[in-house]
């Protein structure tokens, strides 16, 4: 069992002490979600008390999901999944489902559903979380109109899609699948123009088809006299009602259908009611009077008009809009909480609702985006320089702090956010798993493709990786293994053709977390990326399973970042990269312990444990003097 240090201990002793004096847990919203940050952190706060919610607008890449982080789907189909509109319901999940504190949606939908949610309303609620799924599915289905019908959609949302369509009975057949319709259709066109071929009828059938066609020729004989029988009228509705699949369907439209009609009005104003705005949150008591906000916010939005001369023509068609609509719309929710975390440039949104309990949350966001002339670059840089607090947590950003002038009392150097239990628990549950004793040495870097193109921040160097292996292929046994994904999975292909390399490389498609660290746990060392000189996701959780890890680091940014810098193999350019290798070949089984020693400086630096007492002591100095005992906080302890 891992040892709790002092500091930890008395910085998570906070969680408690606000419970106590609130009679509730803190409760903290955390806004936007690229590459689960959000996700990952609410779920180890989470664990130590803290309820946490994750408000994901509008944003459906397949690394901002909480199934791509814990659900367990099937490696197989996982390479079918559109990266940037996943249909989750196109693979098993194997009963795993999303937490309903995480709320994935337009702004709106995910704005009503929290209202409902933190209002008490579980009816409302339920119902708007059916929407949510059922958008996330229809943009899925949108994005790959051409792709095989989902094949795990459960029955809520076929019944959710059925009561949104609108189908009809031709363009002048006139309403829905009524019984009439289903009787002219079958009965009474069987009675005329005889049963389709196949169908076999019974006596009793024959003489019903029979009867029904008498009758509905003296219908129409006596409601307009000297018509004929209209066998063309009769065989077209037959073909109408044989587009519906079978009786029960065909019924069921024809009986409820028109019902769902008539209550679809009332039905959607039902949803669409509003919530009492939950005033119970601190970030309600930390808002100065409504004179005096709106005042800030305006001096601020205008401060910002007068930031904008340098806009590009297009950023400038936008800044209106979202400097003033897209911020305010949140502010029927920001109330409820304690305290509100903005991850990238998503700070703004509490900044421009005179929030004063709120953090902005980094995670590559100051590499560049603060300083480029657009209106990303405007946001940020507010937002940034704005916020009362500011968690940094990729050590190479170090100089944009400096640049942005963000003094050091408001800025917390703060591990990703990242659950090490899983990883451990995994770990101590495959013991069989373990790089081989015998033939080639192999090299597994499941980072994306993306080495040519584009803003250095997302670039990953693979190319580097590549040509290593080519200096030293000639005299050594090794194998890498590469995961198909990214932009430019051709370009690296080519150039391990070009190097000769083709025999030695194995490619694997995307995978889940589980079989990602099975793959971990079963090569000779993991390789990353050698661009950005910081650790990432691929670095932090090869390093609690015990593997060695070649990539690029700053030994000097990251000791000062995490306290001591982290035992990688540490390679920036192709022939350092090649030495690196070369290391791992020459010990396969890591004789100099390595690995443990990644290990051991996971424990201490970067553990659930550290990353919620870092978090929770920013929090204390944001919410000093307002959850104590000097304040009145008994507002703050029920729900409206």
């Given at each position: 069992?891992?040892?709790?240090?002092?500091?930890?201990?008395?910085?998570?002793?906070?969680?408690?002490?606000?419970?106590?004096?609130?009679?509730?847990?803190?409760?903290?919203?955390?806004?936007?979600?690229?590459?689960?940050?959000?996700?990952?952190?609410?779920?180890?706060?989470?664990?130590?008390?803290?309820?946490?919610?994750?408000?994901?607008?509008?944003?459906?890449?397949?690394?901002?999901?909480?199934?791509?982080?814990?659900?367990?789907?099937?490696?197989?189909?996982?390479?079918?999944?559109?990266?940037?509109?996943?249909?989750?319901?196109?693979?098993?999940?194997?009963?795993?489902?999303?937490?309903?504190?995480?709320?994935?949606?337009?702004?709106?939908?995910?704005?009503?559903?929290?209202?409902?949610?933190?209002?008490?309303?579980?009816?409302?609620?339920?119902?708007?979380?059916?929407?949510?799924?059922?958008?996330?599915?229809?943009?899925?289905?949108?994005?790959?109109?051409?792709?095989?019908?989902?094949?795990?959609?459960?029955?809520?949302?076929?019944?959710?899609?059925w009561v949104n369509s609108s189908t009809?009975?031709?363009?002048?057949?006139?309403?829905?699948?009524?019984?009439?319709?289903?009787?002219?259709?079958?009965?009474?066109?069987?009675?005329?123009?005889?049963?389709?071929?196949?169908?076999?009828?019974?006596?009793?059938?024959?003489?019903?088809?029979?009867?029904?066609?008498?009758?509905?020729?003296?219908?129409?004989?006596?409601?307009?006299?000297?018509?004929?029988?209209?066998?063309?009228?009769?065989?077209?509705?037959?073909?109408?009602?044989?587009?519906?699949?079978?009786?029960?369907?065909?019924?069921?439209?024809?009986?409820?259908?028109?019902?769902?009609?008539?209550?679809?009005?009332?039905?959607?104003?039902?949803?669409?009611?509003?919530?009492?705005?939950?005033?119970?949150?601190?970030?309600?008591?930390?808002?100065?009077?409504?004179?005096?906000?709106?005042?800030?916010?305006?001096?601020?939005?205008?401060?910002?008009?007068?930031?904008?001369?340098?806009?590009?023509?297009?950023?400038?068609?936008?800044?209106?809009?979202?400097?003033?609509?897209?911020?305010?719309?949140?502010?029927?929710?920001?109330?409820?909480?304690?305290?509100?975390?903005?991850?990238?440039?998503?700070?703004?949104?509490?900044?421009?609702?005179?929030?004063?309990?709120?953090?902005?949350?980094?995670?590559?966001?100051?590499?560049?985006?603060?300083?480029?002339?657009?209106?990303?670059?405007?946001?940020?840089?507010?937002?940034?320089?704005?916020?009362?607090?500011?968690?940094?947590?990729?050590?190479?950003?170090?100089?944009?702090?400096?640049?942005?002038?963000?003094?050091?009392?408001?800025?917390?150097?703060?591990?990703?956010?990242?659950?090490?239990?899983?990883?451990?628990?995994?770990?101590?549950?495959?013991?069989?798993?373990?790089?081989?004793?015998?033939?080639?040495?192999?090299?597994?870097?499941?980072?994306?493709?993306?080495?040519?193109?584009?803003?250095?921040?997302?670039?990953?160097?693979?190319?580097?990786?590549?040509?290593?292996?080519?200096?030293?292929?000639?005299?050594?046994?090794?194998?890498?293994?590469?995961?198909?994904?990214?932009?430019?999975?051709?370009?690296?292909?080519?150039?391990?053709?070009?190097?000769?390399?083709?025999?030695?490389?194995?490619?694997?498609?995307?995978?889940?977390?589980?079989?990602?660290?099975?793959?971990?746990?079963?090569?000779?060392?993991?390789?990353?990326?050698?661009?950005?000189?910081?650790?990432?996701?691929?670095?932090?959780?090869?390093?609690?399973?015990?593997?060695?890890?070649?990539?690029?680091?700053?030994?000097?940014?990251?000791?000062?970042?995490?306290?001591?810098?982290?035992?990688?193999?540490?390679?920036?350019?192709?022939?350092?990269?090649?030495?690196?290798?070369?290391?791992?070949?020459?010990?396969?089984?890591?004789?100099?312990?390595?690995?443990?020693?990644?290990?051991?400086?996971?424990?201490?630096?970067?553990?659930?444990?550290?990353i919620v007492a870092l978090q929770s002591?920013?929090?204390?100095?944001?919410?000093?003097?307002?959850?104590?005992?000097?304040?009145?906080?008994?507002?703050?302890?029920?729900?409206?």
């Open positions: 069992m891992r040892k709790t240090s002092d500091a930890i201990a008395e910085n998570l002793s906070f969680i408690g002490e606000i419970r106590k004096s609130l009679g509730r847990p803190l409760r903290v919203l955390h806004i936007g979600n690229i590459a689960n940050n959000a996700y990952n952190n609410a779920c180890i706060q989470r664990q130590y008390g803290i309820e946490a919610d994750v408000l994901c607008y509008d944003y459906y890449h397949i690394m901002g999901c909480p199934e791509w982080e814990d659900g367990s789907f099937q490696e197989e189909s996982f390479g079918g999944l559109d990266h940037f509109n996943p249909d989750w319901w196109a693979t098993s999940l194997r009963g795993w489902s999303r937490p309903r504190w995480f709320v994935q949606g337009s702004p709106a939908l995910c704005i009503d559903y929290l209202r409902a949610k933190n209002a008490g309303w579980k009816i409302a609620a339920a119902f708007k979380w059916l929407q949510l799924e059922f958008t996330a599915w229809e943009h899925a289905k949108s994005a790959q109109p051409d792709a095989e019908r989902s094949s795990n959609l459960p029955r809520r949302l076929r019944f959710q899609g009809r009975l031709g363009n002048d057949s006139g309403g829905y699948l009524l019984p009439y319709k289903f009787w002219l259709g079958t009965s009474v066109a069987d009675g005329i123009l005889g049963p389709k071929p196949g169908k076999r009828a019974g006596k009793i059938a024959a003489l019903f088809d029979n009867m029904s066609a008498a009758i509905w020729l003296a219908i129409r004989k006596f409601r307009k006299p000297g018509l004929r029988d209209d066998r063309e009228d009769i065989a077209r509705v037959r073909r109408e009602v044989g587009e519906f699949r079978g009786f029960k369907r065909a019924m069921l439209t024809g009986l409820v259908k028109p019902l769902f009609d008539l209550m679809r009005p009332p039905l959607r104003r039902f949803l669409l009611m509003k919530a009492p705005i939950s005033n119970s949150g601190l970030v309600a008591l930390s808002m100065s009077s409504e004179v005096d906000r709106l005042k800030e916010i305006e001096r601020l939005t205008n401060a910002i008009r007068d930031d904008s001369v340098e806009l590009d023509v297009q950023s400038l068609g936008y800044l209106e809009e979202y400097i003033t609509s897209h911020p305010r719309s949140f502010e029927v929710i920001l109330r409820h909480y304690d305290l509100v975390q903005g991850y990238a440039i998503d700070g703004f949104i509490p900044l421009m609702n005179g929030v004063k309990n709120f953090a902005s949350y980094e995670h590559g966001t100051l590499r560049e985006i603060p300083f480029e002339n657009n209106l990303v670059g405007l946001v940020c840089r507010f937002s940034f320089k704005l916020s009362p607090h500011v968690f940094i947590t990729n050590s190479d950003v170090s100089p944009s702090v400096e640049r942005l002038q963000l003094e050091k009392d408001r800025v917390t150097c703060l591990p990703h956010a990242f659950d090490d239990t899983k990883l451990i628990r995994f770990r101590a549950g495959h013991p069989e798993l373990a790089a081989s004793a015998s033939g080639p040495v192999l090299f597994f870097s499941p980072t994306r493709q993306h080495w040519k193109t584009g803003n250095s921040s997302w670039q990953k160097g693979n190319d580097i990786f590549i040509r290593a292996a080519a200096q030293i292929a000639s005299h050594h046994d090794f194998k890498l293994v590469l995961v198909e994904w990214g932009q430019e999975v051709a370009d690296s292909r080519a150039l391990i053709d070009e190097l000769g390399l083709t025999s030695r490389v194995e490619w694997v498609q995307p995978m889940s977390k589980i079989d990602l660290w099975k793959y971990y746990c079963s090569c000779h060392a993991v390789v990353d990326q050698f661009v950005v000189p910081a650790l990432g996701g691929v670095g932090f959780e090869s390093m609690v399973l015990g593997r060695r890890l070649i990539t690029a680091i700053d030994r000097e940014q990251t000791a000062l970042f995490f306290g001591e810098a982290p035992p990688c193999l540490n390679a920036i350019s192709v022939e350092e990269c090649a030495a690196r290798m070369l290391e791992v070949i020459e010990d396969p089984l890591d004789a100099k312990g390595s690995g443990e020693a990644a290990r051991q400086w996971m424990a201490t630096y970067h553990s659930a444990e550290r002591k920013a929090y204390r100095t944001l919410l000093s003097g307002q959850w104590d005992d000097t304040v009145d906080v008994a507002s703050c302890g029920k729900r409206p």
